[in-house]
């Protein structure tokens, strides 16, 4: 969870108990909002495994492996698709700095390329932490409490829920898709197409 439950009380300023409940199921409703509205995963508590085309996703060189929309922030094992397993010998990650990283290089003074035995579909895998980073970086967790905190308020919001509310003179007011707050946040995070 980007948030946790006392994360969320202690920016409410400590709401009745009685709403943990809520509380707690709402956290991961902002996370998965903050998910789909920049198309990533910002944290992973475990390593999964993703499988690569051998020609569709590896540059004509046989050299670089492009992770298509997958953000890689840790990587525990790289089977190439012969069965080689490669080391951090064989490979540098693109970008080489920081994550998340978008490629796998094979390094000039491997003798290494990216291949196959039989079939070249998801040939090659990679065992790793498939998100942004391992735990989320401060601004999205606040995005999350503060997401978080405007779910829950909605609960006590007018009967018109979630449509908006009336102006003084009448108008119905549309709220915004998230609060501008979260959005400014969100934004510099927000995958390109």
Aim: glycine content about 6%; hydrophobic content about 35%.
């Amino acid at each position: 969870m980007y948030a946790s439950l006392s994360d969320v009380r202690e920016y409410l300023g400590g709401p009745p108990t009685t709403d943990n409940t809520l509380l707690t199921n709402l956290i991961p409703r902002a996370q998965g909002i903050i998910n789909a509205y920049t198309q990533r995963v910002f944290e992973a508590s475990g390593d999964t495994t993703r499988y690569f085309d051998a020609i569709e996703d590896v540059d004509h060189l046989q050299r670089t492996l492009y992770l298509g929309q997958n953000d890689l922030c840790q990587i525990t094992t790289v089977t190439n698709g012969d069965s080689t397993v490669l080391t951090t010998s064989d490979y540098t990650t693109l970008p080489k700095n920081y994550t998340p990283y978008y490629a796998l290089k094979i390094k000039l003074s491997s003798s290494n390329v990216w291949t196959y035995s039989t079939t070249p579909e998801d040939a090659i895998s990679i065992s790793g932490r498939w998100a942004y980073s391992v735990t989320a970086p401060d601004d999205i967790k606040h995005a999350c409490i503060r997401l978080t905190v405007w779910l829950y308020r909605q609960k006590d919001a007018s009967s018109l829920g979630d449509v908006g509310s009336i102006s003084q003179s009448g108008v119905v007011v549309e709220p915004a898709a998230l609060p501008s707050d979260v959005q400014l946040i969100l934004i510099p995070y927000k995958r390109l197409a």
